[in-house]
């Protein structure tokens, strides 16, 4: 069993910046090591943001191009997500997830493609 835990959730004024992190605490994903991070707004369908796959190569959705940056510390068994010039739309749960059950590492594939999901962490952005 794969254990995920998310940090570094907050709040802050539109145009600043967060950085949370996922680190993988127990277990291991083995060969498939695509993480992603998604999130959840109140009332709101769970939706992907960026993917990031073993090679390093990353997705992200276009809401989020130019202001969010995935990257990954495979020593430490860290995901982290630096976020930039924040709205109040990027209010959410922000969850990372571990464990894709099927092909192509992508921000777009359903929640329930991957196995492994952190607690989630909140982000809330004020205008």
């Known amino acids: 069993q794969v254990q995920l835990v998310e940090s570094g959730g907050g709040s802050v004024q539109a145009g600043g910046s967060l950085r949370l992190s996922c680190t993988v605490v127990s277990g291991s994903t083995g060969s498939n090591s695509c993480m992603a991070w998604f999130r959840q707004a109140p009332g709101r369908e769970r939706e992907g943001v960026v993917a990031i796959d073993s090679d390093g190569t990353t997705n992200y959705v276009n809401s989020v191009k130019g202001r969010f940056a995935v990257s990954q510390d495979r020593a430490k068994g860290t995901l982290y997500l630096h976020m930039n010039d924040l709205k109040p739309e990027d209010t959410a749960m922000y969850y990372c997830?571990?464990?894709?059950?099927?092909?192509?590492?992508?921000?777009?594939?359903?929640?329930?493609?991957?196995?492994?999901w952190g607690q989630g962490t909140q982000v809330t952005v004020s205008s």
């Open positions: 997830a571990a464990g894709l059950k099927t092909w192509f590492c992508l921000p777009q594939r359903l929640p329930a493609d991957f196995a492994y």
